[in-house]
């Protein structure tokens, strides 16, 4: 049985290793005491390439028992199985991957493969943001916009391991692509959805040119119209507008749901908090029940940079711990 992480847990003699994988960067790291250490950090490239990058920063972490690996991925995922199926921000040749049978195969010990909105969930709650909560839900808001949920302070993970994929639910029947899905939540609220949000405005030709567009559609970027929107720049706070109104509608989803005490918000929503904070705040007093909202509170993450590296050793020790 996974051990709940409100406590510190105990683990066997093995070392227990973190194996990020993400659309833009992967990542390795090691548990020391109750702190994660990043040992390295690369883009996101082939699978094969990639993987033996990973297995090269490995090979020194490892025991002569072998690991416990946690390795965090997008879905969907045959977490059950260990195989990475087919995260649509990942290239194809990382599609049907067994991840885990290649890491204990080469190395020896256990792995657990798990979804990286679940394993973010569970880092900010044992040991960033959600710490003491019991009804806890995460949002990703990276590349790709996922979910993941502590329910009565137990990480929930559905029949496959693919509970929370607000990031498919759709919105509106029209609207910037993510998941796969036009006006999906994902397509509107996401780092990916927000570029692509703002390159059809600008295709409507209703606004001079902005400087943060000007060299081209593969050059704007959710960072790029932060910045621009923090300067006052009118086309940049619009789309700030509209995503955060449809933050905000997804969060009211969440909160009619599962009436969560906090929602944790990861990826680039810490920096933007402020542009995004009325048009989110309106939807949410326009859209969700009023007395489970009101006893929401709305957090950023506090892991950073780094919160992948430990959602993949909160893996592992939801895992393995006894």
């Not at 950090?41 to 082939?46: M, N």
């Not at 972490?61 to 416990?68: E, R, S, T």
């Not at 792995?111 to 009804?135: I, K, P, T, Y």
């Not at 949410?284 to 006893?295: G, I």
Request: proline residues 5%.
């Amino acid at each position: 049985m996974s051990a709940s992480l409100s406590s510190p847990p105990s683990l066997n003699s093995r070392p227990t290793i973190g194996v990020d994988i993400g659309g833009t960067k992967c990542a390795v790291s090691r548990l020391e005491g109750d702190r994660v250490i990043e040992v390295l950090r690369i883009p996101t490239g082939a699978f094969a390439p990639t993987f033996e990058a990973l297995a090269a920063a490995i090979a020194p972490l490892v025991g002569n028992d072998g690991a416990n690996f946690g390795i965090s991925c997008g879905g969907p995922l045959d977490a059950a199985r260990g195989v990475i199926v087919g995260p649509p921000n990942l290239a194809v040749d990382w599609h049907g991957v067994a991840i885990c049978e290649l890491l204990t195969q080469r190395f020896g010990g256990q792995a657990v493969l798990m979804n990286d909105a679940n394993a973010c969930a569970l880092a900010e709650w044992h040991f960033g943001a959600g710490r003491g909560s019991q009804h806890m839900i995460f949002l990703t808001s990276g590349t790709g916009m996922g979910s993941g949920l502590i329910l009565n302070g137990r990480l929930y993970e559905g029949a496959t391991g693919d509970a929370g994929e607000i990031g498919h639910v759709r919105l509106r029947a029209d609207g910037p692509i993510g998941f796969g899905k036009a006006g999906s939540v994902e397509g509107f609220t996401s780092g990916g959805g927000i570029a692509r949000l703002a390159i059809s405005k600008l295709k409507e030709k209703k606004f001079t040119l902005p400087t943060w567009a000007a060299d081209g559609e593969k050059q704007i970027t959710t960072k790029r119209i932060t910045e621009a929107a923090l300067t006052g720049e009118p086309l940049a706070l619009e789309i700030m507008h509209e995503a955060g109104t449809r933050l905000g509608e997804t969060l009211a989803i969440l909160i009619d749901l599962f009436n969560p005490e906090k929602i944790v918000i990861g990826g680039f929503y810490p920096h933007c908090e402020k542009l995004f904070a009325p048009a989110l705040n309106a939807a949410l007093a326009r859209e969700a029940l009023e007395v489970p909202a009101h006893y929401c509170a709305i957090a950023p993450a506090q892991l950073g940079e780094t919160i992948g590296s430990h959602g993949a050793i909160a893996a592992a020790l939801h895992a393995f711990a006894r």
